[in-house]
């Protein structure tokens, strides 16, 4: 039994049908991918398909240059083309077309086109007639093209190089430009061409029509006549006239000019004259402008004047003379004898006139030193002479030589600087300095002179002396000898003291202040340093060292000391510093430890008696004194101790007590043992009676007794 499919089935089987696939999108160029300008064009997109059986499909072509939509169709066919009737410079560009069908979309690659050529410019002129010096306005336009372009305009002359220029329009495709007509253009054409940059190349249109301007002269080329020739002597009178023929009379001037120097000049006037007596420094050229506006029209001539006679010459006797001596001008001209001579002496407010004669004979002073000139004059010309320079000299006076500073002396080690001045003489002044007989420099100046001596020893005494002399004739004027005293600066200075360290109280002290080298006389200083630093000594000695005796010195004395000395060098030397100490003096001890001392000795005493005499009363009564043989014994002994005796005991009288010496005999027994041997054994006693009637007792045993 035949069963219809299911309805999902059916529509696999169709949908399996309908297949296809893009294999390519490709764009092409018809006739080329290089084009000309103005040419056919077209621009053709084709898309290769695969089916699964034999459908039709719609496509829909979209064809982009530069990213930008230029053409869409939509077709059943596998291509389509994008006609361009005229090609353009603005057609060139990235081409690149997209194919759209049955859900699916694929692009070609990119292909660039280049059309070659750019459409022809259209120039146009703003008048066809101009005048010199006004300006004709050009503008250029290509009608079909887009922008960023380059215009370039020219002005073309005959039997010359055209000029040109160009304009950058980045937003517009024309553009206008301005040429001045210039003296001698006449009749003027103009074109223009314009320039695109395409892939890092210029592309060039053809050049445009050619436009033709008239121009016309708003006045003639001026004429400049020379009367009475242009070959005249001195003395005579030349006459220059310069005119022209104008269109209209208006804003117009006639300039006259020689050597860039403007002689006359005339506005809104056709004719221009001039006129003075010649001289040789009127020959040269002449130029006579005329201008109008931005026109300007010239022309020259060239005027010789000849030499009616030459400059004078001025003589002296002698350029360079002592005052009161005589001086001698004279003027003279080289081959011509008539003529009006005068002698002046120049000036800064104007020259002086001294003599009108051909010679001058005067007696001269210091003040007539200066420039001299003679001038000449004949037909009404005159000329005067090169300067001469004469020079009168006073005679210098003797020089006075000291030391810049002031005071005759240096500092060792440091520059010694000398002036030699003279009060009187003419300059210029040589000055010649000398140490000892020997020349050291040689100086040319004014009034003055300085010398800088930088090698002074110790023990330099060779004195300095300068001469002096100029042009004078009286000759060399020599100074007085000058000593320099060399100033030893102060080195090592160091202070002691007499006694050093410790200084009892009241007594004297003796401070010494010296140093090891310097030049007298010096200055000493000695400070207390405290708070601030005290002074407390000063003096001035012709010697290298200075005592201070300090008659009494007291606790306030107490601290440290140091010294400073200086010269004339200006240079303060300081001690290292010593320390003083006041102590007590001697005397002031002993009060001090008598004042301590016999108070506790009183009190020592009084407590020692009250012992000894309680201890007598508790002892005395059992106390026993026996044995069989009593020798006595007169052996002195006396029991004088040191301080550091220890069984030393002192109290009041102790040197006056008397004392006795006691032989005694002392029995040992002990019932618990055996009798013993007895025996004798001396001891000896002394015994000091105290005025007060107790006695102090000492017992020195001489051999041990062992009590029970």
């Known amino acids: ?98 194919v759209e069908a049955g859900g699916k979309t694929k692009s070609s690659n990119s292909l660039h086109v280049w059309v070659t050529g750019m459409t022809k410019p259209i120039l146009t002129a703003e008048k066809k007639e101009v005048l010199e010096g006004e300006v004709v306005k050009l503008r250029c336009e290509l009608p079909e093209e887009v922008p960023p372009l380059y215009f370039y305009f020219r002005k073309i002359k005959m039997n010359s190089t055209p000029k040109e220029k160009y304009v950058f329009e980045a937003y517009k495709n024309y553009s206008e430009v301005e040429f001045s007509v210039e003296e001698g253009d006449n009749i003027l054409q103009f074109d223009c061409f314009g320039k695109r940059h395409v892939q890092r190349e210029f592309d060039s249109s053809e050049h445009s029509n050619k436009t033709l301007v008239t121009v016309r002269e708003p006045f003639i080329k001026p004429t400049l006549s020379v009367k009475p020739s242009r070959n005249i002597t001195e003395g005579d009178r030349i006459q ?54 931005r026109a300007s029209k010239s022309t020259k001539v060239n005027v010789v004047v000849s030499e009616l006679f030459p400059k004078p010459t001025l003589a002296a006797s002698m350029n360079k003379l002592d005052e009161n001596r005589e001086l001698t001008l004279s003027c003279s001209i080289s081959g011509f004898q ?21 010679s001058l004979t005067m007696r001269v002073s210091v003040n007539d030193t200066g420039s001299y000139i003679c001038k000449a004059e004949v037909k009404g010309i005159v000329k005067e002479s090169k300067p ?134 010096i200055h000493f200083r000695i400070f207390r340093k405290a708070d601030r630093d005290v002074l407390v000594f000063e003096q001035s000695e012709h010697a290298d060292r200075v005592m201070w005796r300090k008659g009494t010195m007291s606790r306030q004395d107490t601290g440290t000391y140091y010294c400073m000395a200086s010269n004339r060098a200006n240079v303060d030397v300081k001690s290292h510093p010593i320390t003083i100490s006041v102590i007590l003096a001697s005397w002031q001890k002993g009060v001090i430890v008598a004042f301590v001392l016999i108070p506790i000795a009183g009190a020592v005493t009084l407590a020692l008696w009250w012992f000894l005499c309680k201890k007598k009363k508790a002892k005395g009564p059992s106390m026993e004194m026996s044995g069989p043989s009593l ?45 013993v041997q007895k025996g004798t054994e001396t001891v000896y006693s002394e015994i000091r009676k105290a005025n007060n009637g107790c006695v102090i007792a000492r017992w020195e045993s001489i051999n041990a007794v062992e009590n029970p």
Not at 479 to 495: D, G, Q
Not at 636 to 650: A, C, I, P
């Open 1 to 98: 039994m035949n069963r219809r499919p299911p309805a999902k089935a059916s529509s696999e089987l169709y949908t399996q049908d309908r297949v296809f696939t893009f294999n390519t999108v490709e764009i092409n160029v018809q006739p080329s991918v290089k084009v000309k300008n103005g040419a056919p064009m077209s621009v053709v997109c084709h898309a290769d398909i695969s089916k699964s059986a034999d459908f039709q499909l719609k496509h829909n072509f979209t064809i982009f240059k530069d990213g930008k939509l230029v053409f869409m169709t939509v077709s059943d066919k596998d291509d389509a083309r994008y006609e361009v009737p005229m090609a353009r410079s603005s057609d060139t560009g990235e081409y690149e077309c997209t």
């Open 240 to 293: 220059l006239e310069c005119s022209t023929v104008v269109a209209r009379m208006r804003d117009i001037e006639i300039i006259l000019q020689k050597n860039k120097t403007i002689l006359n000049s005339v506005r809104d006037e056709k004719v221009l004259k001039y006129s003075a007596v010649a001289t040789l420094e009127d020959s040269g050229e002449y130029l006579c402008k005329v201008e109008q506006g």
């Open 631 to 675: 020798a006595t014994n007169s052996t002195s002994e006396k029991l004088t101790r040191q301080h550091n005796d220890g069984d030393y005991y002192s109290g009041p009288d102790l040197e006056s007590a008397e004392v006795e010496y006691t032989e005694v005999e002392v029995s040992t027994l002990d019932p618990h043992k055996a009798p």
């Open 388 to 521: 001469v320079r004469i020079n009168v000299y006073a005679p210098v006076s003797k020089p006075t030589l000291s030391v810049v500073s002031g005071l005759p002396e240096v500092v060792l080690g440091k520059p010694l600087q000398l002036i030699c001045r003279s009060a009187r003489g003419t300059p210029p002044i040589t000055f010649k300095f000398y140490k000892g007989n020997v020349m050291k420099e040689t100086v040319t100046n004014d009034t003055y002179a300085t010398f800088l001596d930088e090698n002074v020893g110790p023990n330099d005494k060779k004195g300095y002396k300068c001469d002096a002399r100029n042009n004078h004739s009286s000759g060399v004027k020599t100074s007085n000898i000058l000593n320099v005293t060399v100033v030893v600066p102060i080195r090592n200075a160091s202070l002691g003291s007499i006694p050093y360290g410790e200084v009892e109280e009241g007594s004297e002290t003796a401070f010494l202040c010296s140093v090891k080298e310097g030049s007298w006389p």
């Open 338 to 358: 008539k003529a009006n001579f005068s002698v002046l002496r120049r000036n800064s407010n104007g020259d002086v006139l001294l003599e009108t004669s051909r």
